[in-house]
């Protein structure tokens, strides 16, 4: 039998290679400025157009290369960042496994030109599916400029698997945060499809997130800082009041290199206990500078997943940092430990001697005495028979109102329960099963959350604001379906400045909700200007509503871009929905429980949660056993 094992040829092997390093072209992005950061460049410009998907182009001004380092640096496992093994536990670079450019060549037409400093001339490389086809001289500014063209042009399939044009450059604006946040020192420029997305100067650490993500952050934002032996902790957190529902906003950097790790996320998390609304995150950008022989980066080719050596004085310190940081600026209380802690024991003025009471007593005063009624007790009360000191009799004083005070709670409990069984029983006098066959019998709120109204064979019981989710949620679709809708015009437009990916996030959504009945336009680069809602939100907050829909689009882009309709009717009835705990007038909950029968599918929120339970008098007879 002959021989069946092969040694694959260089080719095959990149694109085998390219599959888990270059998912998307963001991925190719990402691998590109961490080279030109590695290139100690001050100035990096990004060139995209279509999403990535005809061109991707960095250009540096970094310390370039010479025509046999530019050949090389497409071969695998070429790197000039390490040397030995010895040196993956001493990496301060942003790459190191040598795989990236050769694989984004393996799987694009790549264009790179390069020119050190020193160098009058610089070289030019074209490489296609991973074959060098022109290596020449060429004139070109110092530094390196890399264009990628029509990725995966020679793996039909996966390109067929990228995502929409809105979702790929998304991908492609994170990973551009990513790297701009850590290096604040260096300029960057992002351009899509010729026009400017962002224009970042060399700046420090807070300005460049106020670049990146809006002005309202330049508030939202509490310093964290820290040194100690094990690690030295620096950056920002975000206020608890102005936490989101995802965690799009939350940045590690361990040694400049962004990371992702639960572990960290829980000890910040934790940091913010009792902080927080259920099922919010808040923003962070912290920053770990360790000794690089206590971590492992050498985990996964993204090199986002890493292993510290002591990973439980990580979580302490950290979380005791960000804890100390929210106690500093006010936010959560803290103890002042600079205190002496003792009792405070006010100090009489030199020479100022307490008096003793005097007491005045009716000596012939005898309460034992049968039938003397006429004889009376001092008048007045306690503390007026007594000539106290003003400045003792006080603390006496005080608590006997606080005693007082508390029998007056003691007796507002006892009239208010008083008056809640007398309502329950008018309540269940009032309502005869019987009765409830009559048409225009009056529905009843229990506890401000549900709505009981009556059957002819018993009643049901409907939850006021699932019933008006599925209200609205059906009205929205058919507004969508129909294209037609009144919307409320405002006095003066409302504007609602975002981050450039939520920008591009409102973009996607815009057709739909401007068919609700919203009208929305652009007014400048990243803000957006709100002249007109539909007549259904006329009540609701514009701002948070959309924000709330952003954060709703990035966490579940899949259910969006199958049915945006469905996703968008479905989001706007949970923001706009008559919430639990509130007070219903006779009309409102007559109106509510008319609509909701009216509706498709009444017995069920859009969640498919229940929203009517309906209970027949047999089913009560058998409960009373009757």
Known sequence: MPDIIRLLPDSVANQIAAGEVVQRPASAVKELLENAIDAKATVIRLVVKDSGKTLLQVIDNGTGMSGTDARMSFERHATSKIRTADDLFSITTKGFRGEALASIAAIAQVEMKSRMESSELGTLLRIEGGEIKVQEDCSTPAGTSISVKNLFFNVPARRNFLKSEAVEFRHIIDEFERVAIAHPDVAFSLHHNNTEVFNLPKS??????????????????????????????????????????????????????????????????????????????????????VDPRTVDVNIHPTKTEVKFEDERSVYALLRSAVKKSLGQNNISPSLDFEQEMGIEIPMRPAGDFASPPQITVDKSYNPFTVGNKDKKAPEGDFLKNMSWDKNYSRHSYNQLELLRAEEEKEKEKQKEKEENEDEQQTLNTEWDPEAGAKPGQKPYQLHNRYILAHLKTGFVLIDQQGAHERILYERFLEILKEKKNFSQKKLFPETLELSQGDMVCIKALLPELNALGFEITEFGTNTIAVSGVPAELTEVDTAQMLEGLIEDYKNHQSQFRLNPADAIARNMAKKAGIRSGKSLSEQEMMMITDQLFACSMPYSTPDGKPAVLTYSLEELDRRFKK
């Open 204 to 289: 420090n650490l807070r300005q460049r997130l106020v670049a990146l993500f809006g002005n309202p952050y330049n508030s939202r934002l509490v310093p964290l800082e820290e040194h100690t032996n094990i690690l030295v902790m620096s950056g920002f957190i975000g206020k608890p009041e102005f936490a989101k529902r995802s965690r799009g906003e939350q940045f590690f950097f361990l040694n400049r290199r962004f990371i992702r790790n639960t572990y960290l996320h829980h000890a910040v998390q934790s940091a913010y206990s009792e902080l927080l609304p259920k099922d919010t995150f808040p923003s962070y950008f912290i920053f770990l500078e």
